[in-house]
């Protein structure tokens, strides 16, 4: 009689475990980058990376390394990560030095500050 051997699915729930967490980290950079040209709302990204956005306010450790990150694809880092954060709510105070146009974090910017 023959043996039918199933593959092993181990590796395939690794490669998911491991994966989506890392693409989920990474996507961070881009998203820094859709928002400073303007295509993508501030609220969205937020929506979808608060966890990282809220350790960034939390810890000046993490805030570095993801506004080097975000600089690796925007000029604007570390005004991208505050407006991340301020989208969130996470500002303790507004001191009234936003242009009014960004106060809008549902809507993408109309114009862009990237150079």
């Not at 956005?53 to 990150?69: G, L, M, N, Q």
């Not at 000029?75 to 105070?93: C, F, N, Q, S, Y």
């Amino acid at each position: 009689m023959s043996e039918v051997r199933k593959k092993a699915i181990w590796p395939w729930i690794v490669a998911v475990l491991v994966g989506l967490p890392t693409l989920y980290v990474l996507s961070f950079g881009p998203a820094c980058s859709a928002v400073a040209r303007g295509s993508v709302s501030t609220r969205s990204v937020w929506r979808m990376h608060w966890p990282i956005i809220k350790a960034t306010s939390k810890s000046d450790t993490v805030r570095s390394i993801c506004e080097f990150y975000a600089g690796l694809y925007t000029k604007d880092a570390h005004l991208t990560v505050e407006r991340l954060i301020d989208a969130g709510g996470l500002v303790p105070m507004r001191n009234g030095s936003w242009p009014l146009q960004w106060m809008d974090h549902d809507t993408p910017s109309p114009t862009s500050y990237s150079r």
